[in-house]
T-cell receptor, first 108, second 113 residues
Framework: GIQVEQSPPDLILQEGANSTLRCNFS?????LQWFHQNPWGQLINLFY???GTKQNGRLSATTVATERYSLLYISSSQTTDSGVYFC??????????FGEGTQLTVNP | DSGVTQTPKHLITATGQRVTLRCSPR?????VYWYQQSLDQGLQFLIQ???????AKGNILERFSAQQFPDLHSELNLSSLELGDSALYFC????????????FGPGTRLTVL
């Protein structure tokens, strides 16, 4: 099956800093989503981005499908950005395959 | 709020027992997916239903079963529970099959003692 690798596994930032999270995948995908899992366990949709670039406030994402990677940018980070960020891909019209996630900690 | 609801939020039970987790998809969504998140396995796809029919199966144990009812809500049944079944179980829904955003519910945290 498809492999999804996220880096870095852990990231510690000071409030206000910027960061880039990366997701590499091993095969062509139909769907790619970024999620934020908050400390209460909720999985929050950030982006549906099988290709191209999208922005939502301080967050933006870029997927280069031909090179099989996606990037999530967080600017001016806040403590509420803390949590785990997951990349997930879908190849066959159904299941999402998740990466291991990036654990982000933003300190005040 | 994703629009996907799951009940109960928390469930504590004993080994050998059977439990049922319930999911209501977003209004208009026909596909329902179940995922399991455990410390050692990460987030894994279990099973998908589309408009009442099973469409795809992942790493779902034989002790687990699911169904989607005519009103499109879904139930995941877990039986002969083991300690290792303790996990966060998510339901997600989407408009159709693939090529659409999957929206996740808040999850049911299952603890097997």
């Amino acid at each position: 099956g498809i492999q999804v690798e996220q880096s870095p596994p852990d990231l510690i930032l000071q409030e206000g800093a910027n960061s880039t999270l990366r997701c590499n995948f091993s095969d062509s995908v139909n769907n790619l989503q970024w999620f934020h899992q908050n400390p209460w366990g909720q999985l929050i949709n950030l982006f549906y981005i099988p290709s191209g670039t999208k922005q939502n406030g301080r967050l933006s994402a870029t997927t280069v499908a031909t090179e099989r990677y996606s990037l999530l940018y967080i600017s001016s980070s806040q403590t509420t950005d803390s949590g785990v960020y997951f990349c997930a891909v879908e190849t066959s019209g159904s299941r999402l395959t998740f990466g291991e996630g990036t654990q982000l900690t933003v300190n005040p | 709020d994703s629009g996907v609801t799951q009940t109960p939020k928390h469930l504590i039970t004993a080994t050998g027992q059977r439990v049922t987790l319930r999911c209501s998809p977003r209004s208009g969504d026909l596909s329902v997916y179940w995922y399991q998140q455990s410390l050692d396995q990460g987030l894994q796809f279990l099973i998908q239903y589309y408009n009442g029919e099973e469409r795809a199966k992942g790493n779902i144990l034989e002790r687990f079963s699911a169904q989607q009812f005519p009103d499109l809500h879904s139930e995941l049944n877990l039986s002969s529970l083991e300690l290792g079944d303790s996990a966060l179980y998510f339901c997600a829904s989407s408009v159709s099959r693939g090529l659409h955003t999957q929206y996740f519910g808040p999850g049911t945290r299952l603890t097997v003692l």
